[in-house]
């Protein structure tokens, strides 16, 4: 396909520098967003055996509920009674006070022990999957949510011009480098073909992420803006709760969910949220029907009336809604990747996995084309700011791959300390991010690579350590699913060990004015 | 290597961007509520069409951010994406107007 050469040029300027101002920050949001794939897994390795008595059955929660309601009143505006339990959701009934988004929360969990009396505890399931969500959701940002949402925002708008420019500039020459990756003695043709390669043929799935991840970052904008101008609502009423609550008994959580089962026989009920607002009484069911793309990162929900346990609303609940809301949920399934099972489930972790593949290639090109440029201008020396930015793209990468590793296999050792915190899971992530990078940037990316592999593959290995720490009585296994988190942490493991010799015959062959050269990195020291 | 003027260069790409992000965004605006307009939106949160008009802000922003570098100047951005509002705010007042 013919475009003018000027268009091209223009493009390809575009292309580097939305790139290069979003390509550190989008390999963090997809390497972390790879691992929330199995969010739930995660979260179950990760969480000590519950502390608190066997939990009581789903028949008797009332008897739980009663009791919890007894000690502590605050919990009747809003409890979670969960159906389906596990080391991840250890108990029967949990309530949270304070706003989780916007403060300090805590959660507290309940059981009954061998005599009936009332357990509560504030110790539940790890918090590291969630963190590591929240990495994801603020591309590593360690800011509060309404300041990293927002350049978040920023990033995916980079990012979303970043694809259009992308195939504007491989248009030309697609049927020519479709196909081909050409390896061989110029290692930067190598890199630009893998990266034209992984970026057109995952191409529909970085349209659906940079497009989701715009409306994620700005839906309170992009409401705001389009209500300013909007007629104002005719308001009907919204299916409320059930009026005159004395009137009639509600119904015990198990008749719920069976009464819910001969609504929606595909639907698997895992938590009854009970709440209690200004305008009555509602249960709020978050479950799962994998047949059906869903609306939460890995639930649908219904509404639920709790007296007679008739659905009231089915907007969110996947395959019972109606064809707008249907796809709506198609919008948000296609970035949770929560439809379809395991098979969907590690197609998205690969593919994720090739995106931040895909930032990190795109960085090496820009840097590579600078260092050309620069030759052109004269100096054969590398810029400072060209050399800080081999350094940065290189290491915050492996940074952010230790820093996550370390700070999921602490999970199983900061209990010993009692400091199973989410607080403690950001230092534990900060700290080797921020001490990798700082060495990146002063020793040069050329020095510093091939060190840095290593450390990244043994924080990897840490991640199948805490698990042995279990042989020796510290620590726990669930065992089952849980297995392939070290599976596949040594499988990362393995890789980065591959591919640090290759890193250091690199630095020692590069031509001297590279940025990858080790030897002009020592010069500039 | 100085360009013809009719030639397309990234110079002026603080114009074109900026145009975008501003005209763009509001003629985003102006697009999503003739649509929920023509559509019949009730509510803009509890509607599957009111939320499909947030989504449709997406791709519609992003592209007048991705295309905003066919414009040959700024300036000619601005005024280019100026007259794209008035005529979509317009249509957008005057269905309103129709519709009561």
Redesign the interface.
């Known amino acids: 396909m013919a475009i003018?050469t000027?268009?091209i040029?223009?493009?390809k300027?575009?292309h580097g520098w939305v790139g290069i101002c979003s390509g550190i920050a989008l390999f963090i949001a997809f390497y972390a967003g790879a691992l929330t794939m199995f969010e739930d897994v995660i979260q179950r390795w990760a969480s000590p055996p519950p502390a608190l008595a066997a939990a009581p059955s789903l028949e008797r929660s009332p008897e739980l509920i009663a009791k919890v309601l007894e000690a502590h009143p605050e919990a009747a505006r809003s409890f979670d009674v969960h159906v389906a339990l596990g080391p991840e959701q250890p108990a029967r009934l949990s309530w949270t006070v304070g706003d989780a988004e916007h403060g300090p929360a805590s959660t507290f969990y309940a059981s009954l022990d061998t005599d009936g009396a009332l357990q509560v505890a504030e110790q539940g399931p790890s918090g590291v999957a969630q963190w590591i969500d929240v990495l994801h959701q603020q591309v590593g940002l360690p800011f509060p949510h309404e300041i990293a949402m927002p350049i978040m925002g920023v990033v995916a708008?980079l990012y979303?011009?970043a694809l259009?420019?992308g195939v504007i500039i491989l248009l030309p020459s697609l049927i020519k480098d479709l196909f081909a990756v050409r390896i061989g003695r110029n290692v930067k043709r190598m890199w630009l073909d893998i990266h034209n390669v992984l970026g057109l043929f995952s191409l529909p799935f970085h349209i659906v992420m940079?497009?989701?991840a715009?409306?994620f970052a700005?839906?309170d904008q992009?409401?705001m803006?389009?209500?300013a101008?909007?007629?104002p609502?005719?308001?009907?009423a919204?299916a409320g709760g059930s009026p005159a609550p004395e009137a009639r008994a509600a119904l015990s959580p198990a008749e719920i969910v069976a009464r819910l089962q001969r609504q929606a026989p595909g639907f698997e009920p895992l938590t009854l949220g009970f709440q209690k607002g200004p305008r009555g009484e509602s249960v709020r069911v978050t479950g799962r029907d994998t047949r059906y793309p869903m609306r939460g990162a890995t639930f649908g929900v219904a509404v639920v009336d709790p007296y007679s346990g008739a659905i009231k609303s089915s907007?969110y609940m996947p395959g019972l809604q109606?064809?707008?809301?249907a796809?709506?949920s198609s919008?948000f399934a296609l970035h949770f990747g929560n439809f379809g099972g395991p098979l969907v489930q590690w197609s998205y972790f690969l593919l994720g996995l090739g995106g931040a593949f895909l930032f990190y290639t795109g960085n090496l090109l820009w840097i590579e084309s600078r260092r050309r440029r620069e030759r052109k201008a004269g100096p054969v020396a590398q810029s400072r700011s060209t050399r800080v930015l081999a350094g940065l793209t290189v290491c915050s990468s492996l940074g952010c791959v230790a820093g996550i590793s370390v700070t999921l296999a602490a999970a199983k050792i900061l209990p010993l300390f009692g400091a199973a915190t989410t607080g403690w899971h950001q230092i534990l992530y900060y700290a080797p991010f921020l001490a990798m990078t700082a060495w990146a940037v002063h020793r040069g990316a050329a020095r510093s690579s091939a060190p840095l592999m290593r450390a990244a593959a043994l924080a990897c290995l840490a991640v199948p350590a805490a698990s042995a720490l279990a042989l020796i009585g510290i620590g726990w296994n669930h065992g089952g699913a849980t297995w392939w988190i070290d599976i596949t942490a040594v499988a990362g493991a393995v890789l980065l060990f591959y591919l640090a010799p290759r890193a250091a015959q690199r630095a020692a062959a590069a031509p001297k004015d590279s940025v990858w050269s080790a030897e002009a990195s020592a010069q500039a020291a | 290597m100085t360009?013809s003027p009719s030639?397309?260069?990234?110079r002026p790409?603080l114009g074109k961007v900026s145009a975008a992000l501003v005209l763009g965004?509001t003629a985003s605006?102006?697009l999503?509520?003739l649509y929920?307009?023509l559509s019949g939106?009730?509510?803009?949160?509890?509607?599957?069409?009111g939320?499909?008009?947030?989504?449709m802000?997406?791709?519609l922003?992003?592209?007048f951010?991705?295309?905003c570098?066919?414009f040959r100047t700024g300036l000619r951005a601005w005024a280019r994406l100026f007259a794209v509002n008035l005529i979509l705010w317009s249509a957008?007042v005057a269905l309103?107007f129709i519709?009561g």
């Open positions: 003018r000027d268009i040029r223009v493009y300027d575009v708008l979303a011009m259009v420019s940079a497009l989701s715009i409306v700005f839906h992009f409401y803006a389009q209500g101008v909007a007629p609502p005719a308001r009907e919204r907007d109606s064809a707008g809301f796809v709506l919008f | 360009a030639q397309l260069t990234s790409w965004f605006v102006a999503t509520g929920s307009l939106v009730k509510d803009p949160f509890f509607d599957a069409r939320q499909i008009a947030m989504w802000m997406a791709p922003w992003s592209g951010l991705s295309f570098f066919f957008f309103r519709q």
